[in-house]
């Protein structure tokens, strides 16, 4: 009887677990002019690169200081939060996107912005991005063709 009971339950939390839904996923970019990532939460650990003032991480893991984060190629490594600001930037990552002055493809085109540019997302309008360039251009971008949402 008791093993039923642990059997139900042990199915009943498993059902539960598929039930929840997804974490929405958590960006932010780098706020200090260069941030060194390393392969461990310690200024100690080894040094793996240095991303760029604006680059956008996705935040994986929190810890005493530190995040675990991903970045636009998928490498995962440690960055001391300090580094970080909450302004959401996002990088193109098509060869050339181009930024329409309306959330529609047969808008006028406004910029276009080559491969690994940084943009400022200023809000979300449904496939598209209202984003900003560093000159101050704004204009909607396909949400598939950046990264950091």
């Given at each position: 009887m008791a093993l039923r009971r642990g059997l139900a339950l042990a199915a009943?939390?498993?059902?539960a677990h598929f039930a929840l839904p997804a974490a929405a996923l958590e960006f932010r970019s780098v706020g200090a002019k260069a941030a060194i990532?390393?392969?461990?939460?310690?200024?100690?650990?080894?040094?793996?690169?240095?991303?760029?003032?604006?680059y956008p991480v996705e935040l994986l893991v929190t810890l005493e200081g530190w995040y675990k984060?991903?970045?636009?190629?998928?490498e995962l490594a440690?960055?001391?939060?300090?580094?970080?600001?909450?302004?959401?930037m996002v990088m193109v990552r098509v060869a050339r996107a181009d930024v329409r002055a309306a959330p529609q493809d047969d808008a006028t085109v406004a910029f276009q912005a080559?491969?690994?540019?940084?943009?400022?997302?200023?809000?979300?309008?449904?496939?598209?991005?209202?984003?900003?360039?560093?000159?101050?251009?704004?204009?909607?971008?396909?949400?598939?063709?950046?990264?950091?949402?």
């Open positions: 009943a939390l498993a059902a990532l390393y392969d461990a939460p310690s200024a100690k650990a080894n040094r793996l690169y240095v991303l760029g003032k604006g984060v991903r970045d636009a190629t998928g440690w960055i001391e939060a300090k580094d970080l600001s909450p302004a959401r080559e491969q690994d540019v940084v943009l400022e997302l200023l809000e979300l309008a449904g496939a598209f991005a209202r984003v900003r360039h560093s000159d101050g251009t704004t204009g909607y971008v396909r949400v598939n063709q950046v990264w950091g949402l």
